[in-house]
T-cell receptor
Framework: NAGVTQTPKFQVLKTGQSMTLQCAQD?????MSWYRQDPGMGLRLIHY???????DQGEVPNGYNVSRSTTEDFPLRLLSAAPSQTSVYFC??????????????FGSGTRLTVV | DAKTTQPPSMDCAEGRAANLPCNHS???????VYWYRQIHSQGPQYIIH???NNETNEMASLIITEDRKSSTLILPHATLRDTAVYYC??????????????FGKGTLLTVNP
């Protein structure tokens, strides 16, 4: 049981490049989310999904796309990277929207720098 | 979702109880109180959650006031490894918001030897 796995752990992009941040969970969780965390700030919700084939926008969705073709995977795509997207990205998953006794399980993060 | 207010930082001596307060005066009847913590550079970790009653698990206790406008997270015997930012989050299930966690800046708890 690996929990929530994020790849890569570190990435440097040039402005305008595109890339996909991978997130996979092996706990059969229905809910999955992507957050970003800027220095000294709390986490902000980018996109979320309540099940395969269903996604919706969070607080800061601009510049990002998601899809949920399987229960296990929830990739985050940066369409055209900008320096403002330099951040640490966390993926999270849960049963029942985090209301189980285990809450949300977070991955270890992807540290992205856009130059 | 209701907003929360937490002190920006607190100190605690190792081995003593750490009591972290949270105000959520605008909480509504169907909203839960959640606590997560984030140890430096790691992903947040779920600690505990509750609706009305006090809750306890292997990590901590959660005390919610009778009017539900504030709560306290208690770490009974703090260790150096409990040094982290602690987030108090209120989230309900109205309008499908039960899967959205809104993180504030939290409380930086420093446990001192």
């Amino acid at each position: 049981n690996a929990g929530v796995t994020q790849t890569p752990k570190f990435q440097v992009l040039k402005t305008g490049q595109s890339m996909t941040l991978q997130c996979a969970q092996d706990m059969n969780h229905e809910y999955m989310s992507w957050y970003r965390q800027d220095p000294g700030m709390g986490l902000r919700l980018i996109h979320y999904s309540v099940g395969a084939g269903i996604t919706d926008q969070g607080e800061v969705p601009n510049g990002y796309n998601v899809s949920r073709s399987t229960t296990e995977d929830f990739p985050l795509r940066l369409l055209s990277a900008a320096p403002s997207q330099t951040s640490v990205y966390f993926c999270a998953s849960s049963y029942y929207g985090g209301r189980s006794d285990y809450g949300y399980t977070f991955g270890s993060g992807t540290r992205l720098t856009v130059v | 979702d209701a907003k929360t207010t937490q002190p920006p930082s607190m100190d605690c001596a190792e081995g003593r109880a750490a009591n972290l307060p949270c105000n959520h005066s605008t909480i509504s009847g169907n909203e839960y109180v959640y606590w997560y913590r984030q140890i430096h550079s790691q992903g947040p970790q779920y600690i505990i959650h509750g609706l009305k009653n006090n809750e306890t698990n292997e990590m901590a206790s959660l005390i919610i006031t009778e009017d539900r406008k504030s709560s306290t997270l208690i770490l009974p015997h703090a260790t150096l490894r409990d040094t982290a930012v602690y987030y108090c989050i209120v989230s309900g299930n109205s309008g499908g918001s039960n899967y959205k966690l809104t993180f504030g800046k939290g409380t930086l708890l420093t446990v001192n030897p």
